[in-house]
């Protein structure tokens, strides 16, 4: 069996083709980057997106002369919105991090309706706004996997799956229908959204292929990653270092919280299948190799992404720097988008290591917290820790993060975990997997990174305070 996943992250589009056993054997990719034309906003160009999803797709299937599916995996909440007649958009799509409709949020906060800018809801209100002020034209809304979809169906499908459905902000919190009071509010007609469909299951054919396969997986990208990872039982938690950081873990039922527990974070769907779906939560830091390529791009102290390992084990510590990295605010446990990034602790004979060191250790602090909220809100003790995405071959970053949250860290042989999550799906819906279940026995780590050390965390408990609500407005945002 072989299965196309088409793979949507923030910097571009992967094709990969996966046959159970063997893993990825063939895989293009096209960059897709985003763009930032002011400060706090992300967008990028979905037609853009769609040419490089139908090319790199159409060369993966043609290197293994076709495939049995199709799987689609994610970034959640970036928000397209386009004619459905024409299939153009009619606007920038928006990235997930992209914050122009802050102030969009905070008043409808005063009206008792608590979104949060990184969700989809009033990005695709805002877009509906610039496009269509009266609300007249027959316009279709969806997140990246929805219009991948309907890119590969020649426009047939208009869907999305319940693991994408948490983040558009939209529905009623046991996620079984959609908010009517809240789209009257943004003024979203529901005709323009995406029908719901199982996560594990065929829900069209993509007739922009050769032979038509079925598209039998959708997944966001954080779920794919943790099913990716063999992560399906109660307990089992991974992280996605990618340009934020991402901490999901599987719980036995959903939790009691209805929108955000006491430590931060959110309950999700972990997949949908049969009819049903199966839950966990999700604990959030908005940038983390944002901090790295800040460090690349904008301050120019190291050449690559990759170099910061090097550059950050050439001291044996920080020497009292401390880094909160907060460049798009903090988001669990404590959620103020009025935050931003700090360096403390510089004296005259800080430099470039230790900098670069104090930025790997910030971004492990943060996920130690993200780890302390998800077990406080999950009621679970989160005894090993796998990761995956572009950090996970930092060796000192690793390292500290074993060291900060004190337990091992398995590191996923697939860089883009998110990658083999979509084929298990489409896999499973034909019949490669047995079910949810058997995916377990997937997982074997590429290597285990065992504390050695541990990092300060009183200390860093008050360094994260320091960063907090540098600009209170901002702060005020509740959801």
């Known amino acids: 069996m072989k299965i196309l996943v088409i793979d949507v992250g923030t910097s571009g589009v992967r094709a990969a083709v996966v046959e159970p056993g063997r893993g990825v054997v063939?895989?293009?990719?096209?960059?897709?980057?985003?763009?930032?034309?002011?400060?706090?906003l992300v967008e990028f160009d979905a037609s853009v997106l769609a040419d490089a999803v139908l090319t790199v797709a159409r060369d993966a299937v043609g290197d293994v002369g076709g495939v049995d599916a199709v799987g689609v995996a994610n970034q959640r909440a970036s928000t397209i919105v386009w004619d459905r007649a024409t299939g153009d958009p009619v606007g920038p799509a928006l990235g997930w991090q992209d914050l122009r409709t802050v102030v969009e949020c905070l008043t409808l906060n005063g009206q008792g309706f608590h979104l949060a800018p990184n969700l989809l809801a009033t990005k695709a209100a805002h877009l509906l706004d610039l496009a269509d002020p009266e609300r007249q034209?027959?316009?279709?809304?969806?997140?990246?996997?929805?219009?991948?979809?309907?890119?590969?169906?020649?426009?047939?499908?208009?869907?999305?799956?319940?693991?994408?459905?948490?983040?558009?902000?939209?529905?009623?919190?046991?996620?079984?229908?959609?908010?009517?009071?809240?789209?009257?509010?943004?003024?979203?007609?529901?005709?323009?959204?995406?029908?719901?469909?199982?996560?594990?299951?065929?829900?069209?054919e993509a007739t922009a292929l050769d032979g038509a396969p079925p598209v039998?997986?959708?997944?966001?990208?954080?779920?794919?990653?943790?099913?990716?990872?063999?992560?399906?039982?109660?307990?089992?938690?991974?992280?996605?270092?990618?340009?934020?950081?991402?901490?999901?873990?599987?719980?036995?039922?959903?939790?009691?919280?209805?929108?955000?527990?006491?430590?931060?974070?959110?309950?999700?769907?972990?997949?949908?299948?049969?009819?049903?779906?199966?839950?966990?939560?999700?604990?959030?830091?908005?940038?983390?190799?944002?901090?790295?390529?800040?460090?690349?791009?904008?301050?120019?102290?190291?050449?690559?992404?990759?170099?910061?390992?090097?550059?950050?084990?050439?001291?044996?510590?920080?020497?009292?720097?401390a880094y909160v990295p907060a460049l798009l605010g903090l988001g669990t446990p404590v959620w103020d988008y009025g935050a931003r990034g700090a360096l403390l602790g510089l004296s005259r004979g800080s430099g470039r290591p230790q900098i670069v060191r104090a930025v790997l250790e910030g971004v492990a602090q943060r996920a130690a917290d993200?780890?302390?909220?998800?077990?406080?809100?999950?009621?679970?003790?989160?005894?090993?820790?796998?990761?995956?995405?572009?950090?996970?071959?930092?060796?000192?970053?690793?390292?500290?993060?074993?060291?900060?949250?004190?337990?091992?860290?398995?590191?996923?042989?697939?860089?883009?975990?998110?990658?083999?999550?979509?084929?298990?799906?489409?896999?499973?819906?034909?019949?490669a997997w047995a079910d949810v279940d058997e995916l377990a026995s997937t997982w074997a780590p590429t290597d285990v990174v065992e504390p050695v050390g541990s990092l300060d965390r009183e200390r860093w408990a008050d360094t994260l305070r320091r960063a907090q609500q540098w600009f209170p407005d901002l702060s005020a945002i509740t959801f």
């Open 137 to 204: 034209r027959d316009l279709c809304i969806g997140s990246v996997d929805s219009w991948v979809v309907w890119t590969l169906t020649g426009g047939a499908a208009h869907v999305t799956d319940p693991t994408n459905l948490g983040v558009y902000g939209l529905r009623t919190p046991d996620q079984t229908a959609w908010d009517q009071p809240l789209l009257d509010a943004l003024r979203i007609p529901v005709d323009a959204l995406p029908t719901v469909v199982d996560s594990i299951g065929a829900c069209a």
């Open 26 to 40: 063939r895989s293009h990719r096209r960059d897709v980057l985003p763009d930032s034309p002011a400060a706090g």
């Open 370 to 431: 993200l780890v302390d909220a998800a077990e406080t809100d999950g009621g679970l003790d989160i005894p090993v820790l796998r990761i995956d995405g572009g950090m996970s071959v930092n060796a000192t970053f690793v390292q500290a993060l074993a060291d900060a949250t004190g337990r091992p860290v398995e590191i996923s042989p697939e860089r883009e975990a998110t990658t083999l999550g979509a084929a298990y799906a489409a896999g499973t819906a034909l019949g």
């Open 216 to 321: 039998a997986g959708i997944l966001g990208d954080q779920q794919a990653s943790l099913l990716g990872q063999g992560c399906v039982r109660p307990g089992q938690a991974k992280i996605t270092f990618g340009t934020g950081g991402m901490l999901d873990l599987c719980l036995d039922d959903r939790p009691s919280f209805a929108t955000r527990g006491s430590g931060g974070t959110f309950p999700i769907v972990t997949v949908g299948v049969d009819g049903g779906r199966r839950w966990g939560l999700e604990a959030v830091m908005l940038s983390a190799g944002t901090n790295v390529e800040w460090l690349r791009d904008d301050l120019g102290i190291i050449d690559s992404a990759e170099e910061s390992d090097a550059v950050a084990a050439s001291c044996a510590d920080t020497d009292g720097v």
